[in-house]
């Protein structure tokens, strides 16, 4: 990592999306990306239906050119949602994918905040700044590539993990099926007839 | 079955557990334990004649303890693969078997456990799942009354290759029942045991009485329901073939089931809901639909996978709409009812999946992972200067640090997992975490706590569990207080003391300090290092003076959302009953010591520049590629 600064001029874009109603229900979005337009380092902020929709997405791709973005933040909802969405977008754009930054303004927000709609929309101020000010010390970085063993192992053998192994082995992958039993088979082969053919489970 | 056993691509390996899984995507090292069967797999033909002149018999499991089987045995003819065990336990050593083995000489009483590694690019987990014991249930009478059965217990008695040859007898006399009660909901949805659907209970229940009234015309069926759950294609029309051939269905829970002594028969007690009644009714024999439960040894499987787990121990999804079949664990999938109950349709379609999931990965040459790793700052590293130190190597859960005195402390980055602990523990700041660096946290923070911090309850959430927890606060829509404020970090070992003591410095009304559960950590120990930690801050707020309360460590798990939101209003609370004069005066008298104790951090590099962020423009960043030393 290099410690000397550089001065270069940060450009962030910020995005506050509507996500329908799920936020825009519950706080402004226009008004948190109009707030956000004065923070430090940003040259963009706007407001959008839905981020993640490629109409979203387009205005974030088209934006970054436009703007000269080298960071963007989008305020919408969980990274477990859609961090790599939003990854994928900005490098399409040309931007390294770890200079997107997420606040999650709707499972950490709207949704766990709304019937007090003045604290939401102080909090997604807030979660929004902080996104903000996380962006402004963002680095770019490579993804690390690492060699993949082609096997597999399928745990526990019942017809679910048969399943597993015959559909993996027919892709002519080498299957390693562990069953802790005697026998593979698990309940299914104790059962009757099953349905919804009712013909024998084995 | 047969298939698996004779694709040339599968290994199937029974009476094999794993025991440890190590490495990452692409990257799995698994030892498997190969239990001793004392039978020599290539030689046994499956002839049985071992278990012929075997002497002693226990309960065969497979067969719910309702047929013996011998202490050389296969569980079932059908056995995949067809190859006699040799159950230590029950054996008395004559060797007669061996003996009637003869020439084959398949048996072999000194095999021991086999540990063997395998190298592996991808795991699909598919354990299962357990039938709840209703014998817990006292008002059900399940194993008081020889005539109340379980439906495993029905599925090996109306089956053709079970104990009676699929000839349904009543236990108490051999009888067959003319008139049978099927009962839904045993231990299911129910608050008192476990408060889901099992899914497929209702349709086995029709499928036992359409199947019995068939080969049993004269047969009377009634099946008690709360609701009949038939969502699935061809489901509903099922339920209605089987009304039309005249099963009953008598909605309500029954209350109690009593015997009568003499006969064996038994009365069912339950409300009627459609007549508005309540009902006692004679029958010869009453089948309980027990609820379909996690494996019991779901934890110890969770923890050696690094699996979380849903509320009741089923396995937990990553995302439940996005990526359904994924763990956490990039690389590890999930399939069939170990997940939560499933039939065999769905459970099929997710071993599918799955292998579609896993062979993206297995189908690659190499798969990319996430740059989130551990850099050493060399010049920062006292063992650079000649000094024992390492620290940073203990806290690692993946030994990925070397430290040799006199060279600075050397990170594998394909070894090291992204933890952070190794960057919080080091005390001289000589290690930072890419992507969650000090400068990162700390911009972060500061931007949070800006305006009337002591109102805020700041959150450090680890981004597996807790913030996961968090997530399904919201997704639930249980509300809390807004005045929560929370930064995310991937495990709770990276939540330096540094940034706790910031918090409370720029005036935070009370901090929060959680991650997972010991048992579910991404990181093997990453919680440990992190749960020490917070202990010793605890000690040192303590010694302080600090308002009890205004520090809490809690351990949340990405499906604890009600828990998250109950700890976030309890915290509301603290501070309100401290009262503003009180919590405003604690905070102005222990700024200088949360101050003095914060002031390590400003050595960073970096770090100086993130402190006001309202400030202007005068940050340190750069714009090339970091290498990351590969
Ligand atoms: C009474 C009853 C009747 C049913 N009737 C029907 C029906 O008619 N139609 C239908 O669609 N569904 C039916 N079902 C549901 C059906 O049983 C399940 O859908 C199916 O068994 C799920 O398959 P599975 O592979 O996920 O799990 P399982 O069948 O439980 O198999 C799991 C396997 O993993 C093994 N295992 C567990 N832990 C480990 C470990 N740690 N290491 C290695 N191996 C391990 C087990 O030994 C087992 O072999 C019925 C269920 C019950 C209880
Ligand atoms: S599937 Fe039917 S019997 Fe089983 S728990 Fe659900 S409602 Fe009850
Ligand atoms: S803990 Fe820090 S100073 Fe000590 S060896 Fe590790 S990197 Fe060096
Ligand atoms: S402690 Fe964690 S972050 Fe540090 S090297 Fe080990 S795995 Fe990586």
Known sequence: MSESPNPEELRIGVYVCHCGTNIAGVIPPDEVAEWASHLPGVVHAADTLYACADSGQTLIKNDIKKYNLNRVVVSACSVRMHEATFRGAVSEAGLNPFLMEMANIREQCTWAHGHDKEGALKKAKDLTAAAIAKARFLAPLEMITVPVTKRAMVIGGGVAGISTALDLADQGIETILVEKEPTIGGVMAQLNKTFPTMDCSI | MVDAARHPKIDVRTYTQVERVEGFVGNFKVQLREKARYVIADRCNGCGDCAKVCPIEVPNRFELDLAPRKAAYVAMSQSVPLLYTIDQEACIHCYKCVEACGALDAIDFSQEDKIVWEDIGAIVVATGFNHFDPSVIPEYGYNQYPNVITAMEMERLNNSAGPTVGNLIRPSDGENPKRLAIINCVGSRDKRFNPWCSNFCCMYAIKNAVLLKQMYPEIELSIYYIDIRTPSKGYEEFYERAREMGIKFIQGRPSLITEDKK????????????????????????????????????????????????????????????????????????????????????????????????????????????????????????????????????????????????????????????????????????????????????????????????????????????????????????????????????????????????????????????????????????????????????????????????????????????????VIDEMQQTIDEIGKEKLLAEIESMKPEMEKRARRMYEVPDVTDASDYSDKMKIAMTLEVVDIGK
């Open chain 2, 263 to 566: 006969s064996h028969n038994l009365f069912v007690h339950s409300e009627d809901i459609t007549l508005g009644l309540v009902t006692e009714y004679e029958y010869d024999m009453v089948m309980l639909n027990q609820a379909a439960v996690p494996q019991p040894d779901v934890d110890s499987v969770s923890s050696v996978l690094n699996i979380q787990q849903s509320p009741g121990g089923w396995f937990m999804e990553y995302h439940p709409k996005l990526r359904p079949l994924d763990t956490p664990t990039d690389g590890i999938f999930i399939a069939g009812a170990c997940q939560g109950p499933k039939d065999i349709p769905a459970s099929v379609a997710s071993g599918s999946a799955t292998a579609s999931r896993a062979g993206r990965i297995l189908h690659s040459d190499e798969w990319e992972i996430e740059p989130i790793i551990a850099q050493v700052w060399e010049d920062r590293c006292v063992s650079a200067d000649g000094k024992k130190c390492g620290i940073c190597a203990k806290a690692c859960p993946y030994n990925a640090i070397t430290v040799e005195v006199g060279t600075a402390a050397q990170v594998t980055t394909a070894k090291c997992h992204g933890c952070g602990g190794c960057v919080a523990e080091c005390p001289h700041n000589a290690i930072t975490q890419l992507h969650y660096t000090d400068a990162q946290i700390l911009a972060q923070i500061r931007a949070l706590l800006a305006d009337k911090p002591e109102e805020k309850i700041f959150a450090f959430r680890c981004h597996w569990c807790s913030y996961g927890g968090a997530d399904m606060a919201g997704t639930s829509h249980f509300e809390y207080s807004a005045n929560e404020r929370g930064v995310r970090v991937m495990c709770s070992a990276r939540m330096d003391t540094d940034f706790i003591y910031e918090a409370y410095r720029l005036g935070a009304g009370a901090v929060l300090y959680s991650g997972c559960h010991p048992q579910d950590c991404h990181y093997i120990t990453g919680q440990l290092v992190g749960a020490s930690r917070a202990e010793r801050l605890q000690k040192i707020f303590d010694k302080m003076g600090m308002s009890p309360g205004r520090f809490r460590i809690e351990w949340i798990s990405a499906a604890e959302g009600q828990k998250y939101a109950n």
